[in-house]
């Protein structure tokens, strides 16, 4: 069973940064994927990074691109999100997320989730 926790999240004025974390606990393999989601309310949850568990691909949404950095330190088995140059509306709920599709973008495709991190950007 495959656990994951968030962290980092806050309130941070626009052009900003935050660091999320994402830690991993339970039993993985070098095949698991992982990735950050997000939901802003009434809206549906998207795609925001993605990587690989050796760290050595990574994939973005364009609305983070050049903004964003997804890493994974294996030795910790945590992820992180990089935030930098904030918007209002990257405001969000950020989740974490794993599974077993390489790069996927599609939140079915993903099988384990955390419970979820508030990330909120004033203007």
């Known amino acids: 069973q495959v656990q994951l926790v968030e962290s980092g999240g806050g309130l941070v004025q626009a052009g900003g940064s935050l660091r999320l974390s994402c830690a991993v606990s339970?039993?993985?393999?070098?095949?698991?994927?992982m990735g950050w989601f997000r939901q802003a309310p009434g809206k549906n949850r998207d795609f925001v990074a993605g990587i690989n568990w050796s760290g050595d691909t990574t994939t973005y949404a364009d609305s983070v691109k050049g903004r964003f950095t997804i890493s994974m330190d294996n030795a910790k088995s945590t992820m992180y999100l990089q935030m930098n140059s904030l918007k209002p509306e990257d405001t969000a709920v950020y989740y974490c997320?794993?599974?077993?599709?390489?790069?996927?973008?599609?939140?079915?495709?993903?099988?384990?989730w955390g419970r979820g991190t508030q990330v909120t950007v004033s203007s």
């Open positions: 997320a794993g599974g077993f599709v390489q790069g996927s973008r599609w939140r079915a495709e993903y099988v384990n």
């Open positions: 339970g039993r993985t393999s070098s095949s698991y994927t």
